[in-house]
């Protein structure tokens, strides 16, 4: 650069000297000529007015000449005229000169180096010249004969003086450009020099973090490889890109064959499209990883179970750029899992056939004690075996509710009082219309050991609302409510507003089988206990713990 | 005017003798008492009764609402329905065969008596 402009410089400055040379030369040529010129017609005019002189008109011209010579320095520092004859083959120089103070400088030999424009002049030519002048000095002249006087003229300047404002200018510029080489030197120093410096400390820096990163991809390798999960590297197309040794394991397939296929050839058809729909929603940014249970289909063809995790791995400005899974063989754990689902399946379905079977064994029990009541003519037996079956229907109901519901172990309680009702109702013979039933047990379910006591007693009671309270042919209600109360607790009450039992009466105290079931079964199976109002028709009050409470009602 | 036949379709034989007291105390001559769809088709052709009571689940290929399809097909002959099952999804089921009725157990023999009282008695087993 500072080579360049350097060139630059030198070239203009030496375009200016040229144009400078130039018109110095034509100044010189000027000035010579018109000087000439000026002398010739003061010649001229001295010859036909001067011819009194004492040395002639020549010497009159002269004369005035160098008067007038005497009161002009010359121009510039170095410029000049001289004005010269030839005399016996010397140049004799007529006017006084400005760089030899002398009244005339020594004559110059004519055959010498010395005074070229001069000797040029007085052989008539005319021109410019770059020469000696009679002092040996280079000079630029212009030179011109004067015809009147067989004199020449010479006007001059030294060389040295029209080169040295350029020679100035070049050692300007030259000193110019190596200032600012140098300049630009120290700069580059300045600049350079925390740069290099932070250039080596960032390149050590580099350099520890490439052992780092080296040491992370060893320490990366050897988990990868040594896994015990499978670990794939996928591109986003779903090509496998590295895969590790326990991997090809769980596949069957070698790291070479598995590099060749996408993870969509080997997943099992219908477990591809959630793998898709999760790969699109993370590719989206929707969700950062997702985990996923699902089949691979092995080289022979077999299946395994993996569970799957997935998660993008995206560069620096956030672009997916590839995945990473981790899968883990759970073929036996899901094996072990579909078993004890289709266990628990069989299991249930045996349940629910043990249900049904119990079912229908009560309900043979009960068209047998049917069937033999039927030859009975006796009144109170046949009351009995009517009893009997109801009691055995009451426990039948649990086992048909519990074959035909969803839930085997547990009794939604209102269902269960709806039906018996109705059954009781009918087998009672009341007229819908003039008992109004009313059963609120909702949210109340009860596992099959509190059920059949449960079960019993509501029926027992029920029944003796149904045959005695509303004896007298009246209207009326009876109500069967179910409702948790504290303490995980269950209160039933079953009440009527008929006839109402006779104060006499000590439930307690009875002879009559189904007042002594119900308080048999509440206080020594339920391990609850039994209240009775008599205010208003009839209204007992049970409370028990269950023996298996509700985990969902409690939860 | 002779008593109108039924035929019982119920395997559990007590359950079906006990049927068949009931329905004999109602004036009902049972013709028979079979534990099959495949029997009980037989037992049609044969019989000729006037109705079929059929338990909806019976032994067999087929259940009872296949099997009162096949006999209301090839015979003509109507069925009424006894079932431990809800009533709304049978209806559903059986809407096609128009049964006389379903009978939910435990069987409440005043309705069954006269539901069939209502539809054998009258003689117009075939327009209901």
């Known amino acids: ?555 | 005017m002779t008593r109108p036949t039924i035929l019982v379709v119920e395997d559990e034989f007590i359950v079906a003798f006990e049927l068949k007291v009931a329905l004999e105390g109602m004036g009902f001559t049972v013709c028979g008492m079979v534990s099959s769809g495949e029997d009980a088709i037989d037992c049609v052709e044969r019989e000729k009764p006037d109705c079929v009571l059929m338990d909806v689940s019976i032994r067999g290929e087929m259940d009872g609402i296949e099997a009162a399809r096949h006999i209301r097909a090839r015979f003509g002959t109507r069925t009424a329905f006894i079932s431990g099952y809800p009533v709304e999804e049978l209806m559903e089921r059986a809407a096609d065969v128009r049964p006389i009725g379903i009978f939910v157990k435990p069987l409440e023999y005043r309705e069954l008596e006269i539901a069939l009282g209502t539809v054998l008695l009258s003689g117009d087993a075939d327009l209901n």
């Open chain 1, 1 to 555: 650069m500072a080579i360049g402009s350097l060139l630059v410089a030198a070239t203009t400055i030496w375009m200016l000297y040229g144009a400078a040379f130039e018109e110095e030369r034509l100044r010189l040529v000027e000035t010579a000529q018109s000087q000439a010129r000026l002398i010739e017609a003061i010649a001229r005019y001295d010859r036909f007015h001067y011819t009194d002189h004492p040395g002639g008109w020549r010497a009159a011209t002269l004369s005035q000449i160098n008067e007038a010579h005497q009161a002009y320095e010359g121009f510039g520092r170095t410029g000049e005229f001289t004005l010269a004859r030839l005399e016996a083959e010397s140049i004799v120089f007529v006017l006084g000169h400005r760089h030899q103070k002398v009244e005339h400088p020594e004559p110059v030999p004519f055959d010498s180096e010395l005074a070229e424009p001069m000797r040029r002049a007085l052989l008539g030519q005319s021109g410019t010249v770059v020469g000696l002048d009679y002092r040996g000095e280079r000079v630029v002249a212009a030179y011109e004969p004067v015809a009147e006087l067989d004199l020449g003229i010479v006007a001059k300047i030294d060389l040295a003086e029209v080169q040295a404002p350029f020679k100035k200018a070049g050692l300007a510029a030259a000193g110019f450009a190596v200032l600012v080489v140098f300049a630009g030197a120290i700069l580059f120093v300045r600049v350079s020099s925390p740069l290099v410096t932070a250039l080596e400390r960032r390149s050590r820096d580099l350099e520890s973090t490439l052992v780092a990163l080296r040491g992370s991809e060893e320490l990366f390798r050897t988990t990868f490889e040594l896994a015990g999960a499978g670990i794939v590297q996928v591109s986003l197309s779903g090509r496998f890109t590295r895969v590790n040794k326990r991997f090809c394991e769980i596949v069957g397939y070698t790291e070479g064959e598995l590099l060749e296929l996408r993870f969509q050839d080997i997943t099992h058809p219908d477990d591809l499209e959630e793998d898709l729909a999760n790969v699109s929603r993370i590719i989206d940014g929707e969700i950062n990883s997702y985990s996923l249970e699902k089949r691979y289909v092995c080289k022979d063809n077999s299946l395994v179970w993996v569970s799957l995790t997935v998660s993008l791995v995206r560069d620096g400005p956030g672009d997916p750029r590839y995945f990473i899974a981790v899968a883990e063989d759970t073929t036996e754990r899901k094996n072990a899992e579909l078993a004890v689902k289709s266990s628990l399946a069989e299991k249930e379905v045996l349940l629910r056939e043990i249900h049904h079977r119990v079912k229908n064994n009560m309900q043979v029990i009960s068209s047998l004690l049917n069937l033999q009541a039927k030859n009975i003519e006796d009144a109170r037996l046949s009351k009995m075996f009517r009893e009997s079956q109801s009691r055995v229907r009451a426990m039948a109901l649990i086992h048909e509710i519990l074959y035909q519901s969803g839930n085997l172990g547990r009794i939604d309680l209102g269902e269960y009082v709806s039906k018996l009702a109705t059954g009781l109702v009918r087998m009672y013979g009341t007229e819908p219309d003039r008992i109004n039933l009313n059963i609120g047990a909702q949210d109340v379910t009860l596992g099959i050991d509190d059920t059949v006591p449960c079960g019993l007693v509501i029926n027992e009671l029920l029944s003796n609302s149904l045959k005695y309270a509303f004896r007298d042919g009246r209207m009326g209600e009876i109500g069967i409510d179910a409702a948790p109360v504290k303490n995980g607790k269950i209160m039933l009450v079953v009440h009527d507003d008929g006839v109402g039992i006779p104060a006499e009466v000590d439930i307690r105290n009875t002879e009559t089988m189904g007042m002594r079931l119900v308080i048999g079964l509440v206080e020594s199976q339920l391990g609850g206990q039994v209240d009775l109002d008599r205010d208003h028709g009839t209204r007992f009050t049970i409370t028990f713990s269950p023996t298996e409470p509700d985990m969902a009602l409690k939860g």
